[in-house]
């Protein structure tokens, strides 16, 4: 059974810095497609990075222009982690953030083409 749990999240002030991982169990991150959405209130939930990972080795990723050089997502093969480490964050960045798992290696963010979901963490960053 594949299982994808988030953790990391926290309460925060403007400025500072989170790392939410992503562990999964079941499932092996290799040639797949991992990627991090979030959904704040009221709104509708959005791609916020993506990693993608050819041959085991080389690695594509893309962002939301939105947390572009503030955000980084990286990917432990020997832990079967993937990370999002969040800097500089601000009260926009709150919201339940989720990741995804997909063999599809399409460009982008959007949420077509994961198979995985898991259950969300909450982030709240206050000013």
């Known amino acids: 059974q594949v299982q994808l749990v988030e953790s990391g999240g926290g309460s925060v002030q403007t400025g500072e810095s989170l790392r939410l991982s992503c562990a999964a169990s079941?499932?092996?991150?290799?040639?797949?497609?991992v990627a991090w959405f979030r959904q704040a209130p009221g709104k509708e939930r959005e791609g916020v990075a993506r990693?993608?990972?050819?041959?085991?080795?080389?690695?594509?990723?893309y962002y939301a222009d939105s947390v572009k050089g503030r955000f980084t997502i990286s990917r432990d093969n020997a832990e079967n982690t993937v990370y999002l480490q969040m800097n500089s964050l601000k009260p926009a960045d709150t919201a339940m953030y989720y990741c995804?798992?997909?063999?599809?290696?399409?460009?982008?963010?959007?949420?077509?083409?994961?198979?995985?979901w898991g259950q969300g963490t909450q982030v709240t960053v206050s000013s």
């Open positions: 990693i993608n990972t050819y041959g085991g080795l080389r690695h594509f990723t």
């Open positions: 995804a798992a997909g063999v599809s290696l399409t460009a982008g963010l959007r949420e077509t083409g994961f198979d995985y």
């Open positions: 079941g499932y092996t991150y290799s040639s797949k497609s």
